[in-house]
């Protein structure tokens, strides 16, 4: 039985340090492997985010105000599955500056009612680790360099969903992107 997160308890802690490793080590075996290995790798990554994330949501009953892909990190993990087969600058200066940090900030300030070994922290956990994860290697796979005309673009699309997430939030009473509580 799991007691209530602690935030920056040694699971926290342990959870960010492993998290850490591993994307560390996918950026350094990425840098050398062939690009069907790290293809390969990055789809088995993208598949067990659908197979653990959505999977877990619909096994635990689905709920509307709080399943559907509508948070910042669910639009980064469909922007993960675009830049996999495309690149598209648009795509990849979303996943810099939506995924590796704002999933970061995701991991260091996370929302779940359970510690370690609930449902909640794991899947929180794997979910998000796995879009840095896989963020770190497309991005490094692709030579992507941070640009000022990105962080605008990355700026303009997080007003764009604030817009659109903000009045299904007004409409509804839900809370996606933490925009109304």
């Not at 399943?67 to 648009?90: A, E, G, H, N, T």
Request: proline share 4%; net charge positive.
């Amino acid at each position: 039985m799991s007691g209530p997160f602690h935030l920056f308890g040694p699971a926290h802690l342990g959870a960010l340090a492993l998290t850490a490793m591993g994307c560390y080590l996918a950026f350094r075996a990425s840098r050398g492997a062939r690009a069907e290995t790290v293809q390969g790798v990055t789809g088995l990554v993208l598949f067990m985010f659908v197979a653990l994330i959505y999977g877990e949501r619909v096994w635990s009953g689905f709920q509307p105000a709080l399943d559907l892909p509508f948070q910042v990190c669910d639009v980064v993990f469909f922007l993960c599955l675009i830049s996999f087969w495309r690149s598209p600058d648009w795509s990849l200066d979303l996943l810099y500056f939506w995924g590796l940090a704002g999933t970061v900030q995701a991991l260091l300030t996370p929302d779940i009612p359970r510690g370690f070994p609930s449902r909640e922290f794991c899947l929180f956990f794997l979910g998000h680790g796995l879009i840095i994860l896989g963020g770190t290697v497309i991005l490094t796979r692709r030579g992507y360099q941070a640009r000022a005309s990105g962080l605008w673009r990355a700026w303009l699309a997080l007003v764009g969903y604030t817009l659109l997430v903000g009045c299904l939030d007004l409409t509804t009473g839900w809370n996606y992107g933490y925009l109304m509580r």
